[in-house]
C-alpha cells in the first residue's frame, strides 16, 4: 500500500478518534430515527436495524439483518 506523508503537526490519532466519533453520531441517529445502516463485515454487507430490507440487492437473498444494539457497533 502506498504510505502518504504527513503534514507537521497532523496527529493521526486524533484524526481517527473525531471519525470514529463522527460515525457512532452517525449511528446513532439513524438508530433514534428508525433508520436502517449498512454495514461491511466479513467481506459483505449487513444491514442493522428493524426497518433494514432482507438483503442488500433483492428481498429474496438470504436474511443479513440484525437489530440494531450498541454490541453491533
Not at 490519532?13 to 430515527?33: M, S, T, W, Y
Not at 428508525?34 to 449487513?46: E, I, K, M, S, T
Request: glycine share 8%.
Amino acid at each position: 500500500m502506498m504510505q502518504l506523508a504527513s503534514p507537521e503537526g497532523v496527529d493521526t490519532a486524533q484524526i481517527l478518534a473525531a471519525l470514529r466519533q463522527a460515525v457512532r453520531g452517525n449511528l446513532e441517529k439513524k438508530r433514534r430515527l428508525g433508520h436502517y445502516a449498512v454495514l461491511w463485515r466479513n467481506g459483505q454487507p449487513l444491514l442493522l436495524g428493524e426497518d433494514a430490507p432482507l438483503s442488500p440487492a433483492t428481498a429474496g437473498n438470504s436474511d443479513c439483518r440484525q437489530i440494531f444494539s450498541p454490541e453491533n457497533k
